[in-house]
């Protein structure tokens, strides 16, 4: 206990002054922590302009924006807020006026022992927790009843005036926020708000982090997640600190001066049942110069209790968490690490670690898809998934488990076969069996075997490369039966002579080595070519593992745009399927290319650290599919079929059909243009160039590496 006093009452500043530092008790242990700060990539904050929330002609996109922004990150910079630049500076000068001030001055705000209110350093329930390099003053606000102005410094003489006034406005902007938060679900707008009660707990921290002497060992706030509904943060506006962690790796927070951070805290996630994310964050320190923060939290009351709105929960979409009330909405306190933080996270990992950080690919579930309830939410999901890494897996797919299981099996069964019976199938054409293909003279060979047939058209199949060995297999070719092909998916209308072509990959590696190069599938760049378009910059995602989800389907969408062959509207979009045999063992490579007038691919970047499990066997199957080339692309009306009875070109057909919702079709051009765009049922929205820019990741053309499993593409 006198060790709590002690160090309480010897603040983080005094004993950075004093350079008489027990520095063990701040330097964080058991993980790995290489420099906090470098190397740490800068996240492009989501910004949200209130005004445009507001006005009946923008709310719709910005109501999108938000949402998207608090579902796949967890916080937005809010801009237009009603505070003006000037009243923030004044607020940033009265916390940096505080700190200096001297101990007796500063005393009179001292926190008490066992409480969370007033000024002291990082609270030390133990003997054994490591301490953030900070020192706080921590205050309620609201509500009004419940301040405790013996905490409220008086110097400088304009801080009540100013923190009453930022409190005040802080939950206007809250309160705007959880409005707009439940209409972007499509919930009533009081939703949250309801729960969020009438009298809410509000605290204001100032957070003050002095110069630290070992920025890559000490941390101004360890990871956690807040507690709150939301938190706005005024930012220091020179020195940056805050660190958001997203899929295992840590992302520096940029300094807009004149927004307000906003993320959302546990209690959204629970009342959005999840949509919402409360995002692990921490502070980290540097040896120049001090960093001052302001955070109002926003605490439903804790008479009401919060739970996952009833309009989120469904039988495809299960509550996922309990009702909380009580003593759980508390102070929020970075000593709490709430049931997200650091253990939960892997600690400092991330991108300090120099292993391949797992991607959380998100998961799209057709059925909900397919739901009128809940179909706006998940092309949403969609959209975000696609624009932010370029893939996802599905799951709800229709592809029973146990027709996966027989695909896998007799793909197996053919590799398992002795050399002399698979080289029956052999060929020197592209198709049929072999390794991996060689065009030129120096390409470096995928450590991969191939089984590469043509499905369709079904007169262009070459029976003798379709292998009569194990007998399920060829059983699969007279009906088309490759993975339900036949079933009038790709085949329907004037896509009945559409290309597809099958792929079984088998890869055994006795030493770590890339088993797939980096590449793009198929066709791609002929079509741009004759598009004319010059460079264009591609995905840049690279070095992640994908996760598996043994009865999902990872899908990756790649080209798109006009191919501009005479009268021709082709919809380029390559989707892939994946089943893996061994999971987690493999290191994807994912490229940054360049595409050249000339036909060149020009590889810019890749993970050479790319490899495989030793001593592993994986295989594949990869189904490329093409739209007729002299066929127009027309789409129909959304099949009304349930998702257990969907075919995999069903399921494609439906993919389409959201490419077109989600404004994933390129217009055509060109004299083309009016031609084409009678068949193409919804309205054509882009030009090619706004789609390469607008949705720009989505164009994962050269994500060569999921495709490396089974996989059904579409140029
Ligand atoms: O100082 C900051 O930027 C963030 C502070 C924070 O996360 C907190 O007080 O909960
Ligand atoms: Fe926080």
Redesign the pocket.
């Known amino acids: 206990m006198a060790a709590e006093i002690e160090s309480m009452f010897k603040s983080t500043q005094e004993l950075a002054i004093s350079g008489k530092m027990p520095l063990e008790k701040y330097i964080q242990k058991g993980s790995d922590n290489g420099n906090l700060n470098a190397s740490v990539p800068m996240i492009a904050v989501p910004i949200i302009d209130i005004g445009l929330l507001q006005s009946p002609l923008t709310r719709t996109e910005e109501l999108h924006k938000l949402r998207s922004a608090l579902s796949s990150w967890g916080f937005l910079q809010v801009i237009n807020h009603g505070m003006t630049s000037s009243f923030l500076d004044k607020m940033r000068q009265v916390a940096k006026q505080f700190f200096p001030l001297p101990v007796e001055e500063k005393q009179k705000s001292y926190r008490e022992a066992g409480s969370h209110e007033g000024y002291g350093n990082d609270m030390a329930p133990s003997e054994q927790k490591t301490l953030d390099w900070?020192d706080?003053l921590h205050l309620a606000l609201s509500p009004e009843d419940q301040r405790q102005l013996r905490f409220w410094p008086e110097n400088p003489p304009a801080f009540r005036k100013m923190l009453d006034e930022f409190a005040r406005n802080s939950q206007q902007l809250n309160e705007i926020l959880l409005k707009e938060m439940a209409r972007s679900l499509g919930l009533d707008e009081n939703c949250f708000l309801d729960q969020y009660g009438e009298r809410p707990l509000v605290t204001g921290?100032f957070?003050y982090?002095p110069p630290c002497p070992m920025p890559d060992k000490i941390l101004?706030?360890r990871p956690?997640a807040?507690g709150s509904v939301l938190?706005i943060?005024l930012?220091?506006k020179e020195v940056e600190?805050?660190q958001f962690l997203k899929d295992n790796q840590w992302f520096r927070?940029p300094i807009i001066p004149d927004a307000l951070?906003v993320?959302a805290g546990d209690q959204a996630e629970i009342m959005s049942n999840g949509i919402f994310k409360s995002g692990v964050?921490?502070?980290v320190t540097n040896t120049e110069r001090e960093?001052?923060?302001i955070?109002i939290?926003c605490i439903p009351d804790s008479e009401e209790e919060s739970k996952p709105a009833d309009g989120l929960i469904d039988e495809t979409r299960p509550r996922l968490y309990k009702t909380v009330k009580g003593p759980s909405k508390n102070w929020?306190?970075?000593a709490k690490s709430s049931w997200k933080s650091t253990s939960k996270n892997g600690s400092d990992s991330g991108n300090l670690s120099t292993s391949v950080p797992l991607i959380e690919v998100p998961t799209i579930d057709i059925g909900l898809l397919q739901s009128p309830l809940t179909k706006t939410e998940e092309l949403h999901k969609l959209r975000s998934a696609l624009s932010s890494w370029g893939c996802f897996q599905v799951i709800n797919h229709g592809i029973t488990n146990s027709f996966l299981a027989e695909m896998r099996q007799v793909a197996k069964q053919f590799f398992s076969l002795p050399m002399e019976k698979k080289e029956e199938y052999s060929t020197s054409s592209g198709e049929g069996y072999g390794n991996d293909t060689v065009h030129l003279e120096h390409r470096i060979l995928d450590w991969i075997d191939r089984l590469y047939l043509t499905v369709n058209p079904e007169d262009r199949r070459q029976l003798r490369f379709w292998p009569e060995n194990p007998q399920p297999f060829s059983s699969l070719q007279g009906q088309g039966k490759v993975i339900n092909l036949e079933e009038n998916c790709f085949l329907n209308k004037d896509r009945a002579k559409a290309p597809i072509w099958a792929t079984f990959n088998f890869c055994s590696c006795s030493q770590s080595s890339s088993w797939l190069q980096p590449h793009s599938d198929g066709n791609a760049s002929t079509s741009r070519k004759k598009c004319g378009r010059s460079s264009n910059s591609r995905m840049m995602i690279h070095g992640y593992r994908v996760p598996v989800i043994p009865e999902a389907i990872p899908i990756n969408i790649a080209e798109q745009g006009p191919s501009c062959t005479g009268d021709t509207f082709n919809l380029h979009w390559k989707i892939v399927y994946s089943f893996y045999k061994v999971v987690h063992t493999l290191n994807l490579t994912i490229t940054v290319y360049d595409i050249k007038d000339n036909e060149q691919w020009i590889v810019q970047e890749s993970n050479t650290e790319s490899g495989y499990t030793l001593g592993k066997e994986r295989f594949s199957l990869a189904v490329f599919c093409s739209p007729d080339p002299v066929g127009k692309i027309g789409i129909d009306a959304p099949l009304e079929r349930k998702p257990s009875n969907l075919s995999i070109g069903e399921v494609k057909e439906q993919l389409l059909l959201l490419g077109e919702e989600l404004d994933l079709v390129d217009p055509p051009r060109g004299p083309a243009a009016s031609a084409a765009r009678r068949v193409v049922a919804a309205p054509v929205r882009r030009s090619a160039s706004s789609v390469a820019t607008g949705i720009g990741s989505i164009d994962v053309s050269r994500l060569g590496t999921l495709d490396a499993a089974v996989g059904i593409g579409c140029y």
Do not use: E
């Open positions: 900070t706080r921290k957070n982090y101004g706030a956690h807040d938190t943060l930012q220091d600190g805050l927070v951070f993320n964050h921490r502070v960093r001052i923060s955070a939290f929020p306190s970075t």
